[in-house]
């Protein structure tokens, strides 16, 4: 059989194997399956073409990377005994670091990558991810999030690099990491993945999901054809150049019509004109959605989003349906077998092209790099590179850091301090995030201020101080850390994005009457305004993920601030949307800022 023969070009491999398979199997193709509604033999009889992990759908509670290979082999297994034997593909949110596992690296959240503004950084964040997705496994990663959130009240905006499509396509640079270097002489726009331990990637989420109306998730992004080409679609241009394999649809609308039924933007202009060979896959639930309230006419969903060009369909929990409305519709003519073809030879090629018929199955020789410390120190780095120093003293001549890390006594405080659940946000273990210093391994701000000082100088910690309390202490200095609870998609969307209580009383009663640095740990920005004049120096943290160490790195000087703001940093939320280039652009701190320290020299003595 041509199609089991490496040798063969990967066309007459697609061609051969497409001969072969009946309607049932090339509709099985076309749809993907949580792991939590499936069994190996729904894999076999369905031919079922793809499963995934929703956000913490794991195999066991703090499953290990055996527990995840053991899993996806036995679907594997059951998909490798079906007719033709054709492997599935297992998909997972690997969007920053493999967040979903327990003790994996859980990196910056993309809008702290887009303040480092070093591509180079996030190529290798990629490769260290794609090495800890293929040790549990898993070759297929729902990264990178490419939007270019324009509006910071929308729950997705830490996903962005940043308001600017020049630094989102810059950070493109994470599919090589992903996927592998296209090698000089392959086809441009054709999907790549170069070997065992590199991972499908997924350019999402197409297109203008960061352009909604007041930044509500899922909405409508009102603009002209100009505006989404200019803004919202470079970055995609750059991905399918790279090789990326696939692109997963927004479940936002553009001018009204949404992007699941967009026959327009993802068959004639993704695939016709930008020549994207890959395949494109629907969001969770993501055909449903066309309708309101979703699955009213659910057979409409499903006719209109197959017509739009979407190839495979993510039905978590109901493969029968989709698969019987769908072909019933091809039956009747309504869906012509072309369309059915065409998703199929692109899932297909995919398939193929990452080697996936020849090594179907995983074993165990990459499991020590789950989490491993090489992949931790490169966290740490990225953390180190994203922070933003917006305020260090009243002027140049009187900055507060660096820190002295040999003095009498410091006062820790704020509820972000000492939560290592807090620190990485939301796409951690769960899908909302947890707080808690219990959900995975990694380094809280706290534990690493305490490691970083000489042992003669004193930590305090309180959580929320009364100013009191904070009097008593006589402490040198305070570091506050404070910031926003975890949250994912629409939980997160926030009109007023105010910091909660008890950040702003914990400010109030700390910076009083101490020196203090306030490190704020959030999504996006936030209204700072009423404190800032009672703020010593203020360090924007983004979700640093599980590597605290580089917060406490620059703060007490073995590194100097160098991080810019990838999104602008607004005076009050009556302001927003407020974009760089804006005519009325009057920020609290523009695009681009960030003031710098320099590190500093120890003399050995």
């Not at 964040?125 to 898993?138: D, F, K, N, P, Q």
């Not at 309180?462 to 040198?476: G, I, L, M, R, Y």
Request: with cysteine.
């Amino acid at each position: 059989m041509k199609y089991k023969d490496p040798k063969q070009p990967i066309n007459a491999r697609i061609q051969d194997l497409m001969n072969r398979m009946t309607l049932a199997e090339k509709i099985g193709q076309m749809a993907q399956l949580d792991r939590v509604s499936t069994t190996p033999e729904i894999m076999k009889n369905y031919s079922i073409g793809s499963l995934l992990s929703g956000g913490g759908s794991a195999p066991c509670p703090r499953a290990t990377a055996e527990d995840w290979v053991k899993m996806v082999n036995e679907f594997q297994k059951g998909s490798l005994s079906s007719r033709l034997g054709i492997p599935m593909i297992y998909g997972i949110d690997a969007v920053h670091g493999h967040n979903n596992v327990y003790k994996a690296t859980i990196f910056p959240h993309n809008i702290g990558l887009g303040a480092t503004r070093d591509p180079d950084l996030v190529k290798r964040i990629g490769a260290a991810t794609a090495l800890e997705v293929r040790a549990t496994g898993i070759p297929y990663v729902f990264a990178p999030c490419i939007a270019v959130c324009r509006d910071p009240r929308w729950g997705r905006c830490y996903e962005s690099y940043s308001e600017d499509h020049k630094i989102v396509q810059e950070m493109t640079e994470i599919i090589n990491g992903l996927q592998g270097e296209i090698p000089a002489n392959s086809r441009k726009g054709v999907p790549y993945v170069g070997g065992k331990d590199k991972v499908v990637a997924c350019a999402k989420h197409f297109v203008g999901d960061g352009g909604t109306t007041r930044g509500i998730n899922e909405n409508n992004t009102v603009t002209d054809w100009h505006g989404l080409l200019s803004i919202h679609m470079p970055a995609y241009y750059n991905s399918i150049i790279k090789g990326v394999s696939t692109v997963m649809v927004s479940y936002s609308s553009w001018n009204g019509v949404k992007m699941h039924a967009n026959h327009h933007l993802v068959t004639k202009f993704l695939k016709d004109t930008l020549k994207f060979r890959g395949f494109v896959i629907s969001d969770w639930h993501g055909i449903d959605k066309i309708t309101s309230p979703p699955k009213a006419n659910y057979t409409y969903a499903v006719q209109v989003g197959i017509q739009a060009g979407i190839d495979m369909v993510m039905v978590p929990y109901n493969q029968t349906e989709f698969i019987d409305i769908l072909t019933s519709l091809v039956e009747k003519n309504v869906i012509p077998m072309s369309r059915i073809n065409d998703a199929v030879r692109r899932i297909l090629r995919v398939k193929f092209s990452m080697g996936l018929f020849e090594n179907p199955l995983a074993d165990l020789s990459l499991v020590d790099q789950l989490g491993k410390q090489a992949h931790r120190d490169l966290a740490r780095e990225a953390v180190r590179k994203s922070l933003v120093l917006l305020k260090n003293g009243e002027n140049a001549d009187s900055p507060l850091l660096p820190l002295p890390k040999k003095t009498s006594r410091i006062l820790v405080a704020g509820n972000h301090a000492n939560n290592l659940g807090y620190q990485c946000g939301g796409w951690t273990i769960t899908w909302q995030g947890l707080g808690g210093n219990n959900l995975t391994s990694g380094t809280t701000i706290l534990s690493a201020i305490s490691g970083a000082v000489d042992p003669s100088t004193e930590i305090v910690y309180s959580e929320n101080p009364d100013a009191e309390f904070v009097k008593s202490t006589n402490a040198s200095y305070a570091i506050v850390v404070v910031g926003e609870p975890p949250y994912t998609e629409t939980a997160g969307d926030n009109l007023n994005l105010t910091i909660p209580e008890p950040g702003p009383s914990t400010i109030s009663n700390v910076c009083g009457s101490v020196k203090c640095v306030v490190v704020i740990i959030s999504g996006r920005p936030l209204v700072i305004e009423p404190y800032l004049s009672s703020i010593d120096a203020l360090v924007a943290a983004w979700l640093p993920g599980s590597e605290g160490q580089g917060v406490a790195d620059v703060l007490f000087g073995d590194y100097g601030f160098t991080g810019k703001l990838s999104s602008t940093w607004f005076k009050t939320v009556d302001q927003l949307p407020m974009n760089v280039g804006d005519e009325h652009y009057d920020p609290l701190f523009p695009f681009g800022f960030g003031l710098t320290t320099d590190p500093v020299v120890v003399v050995a003595r």
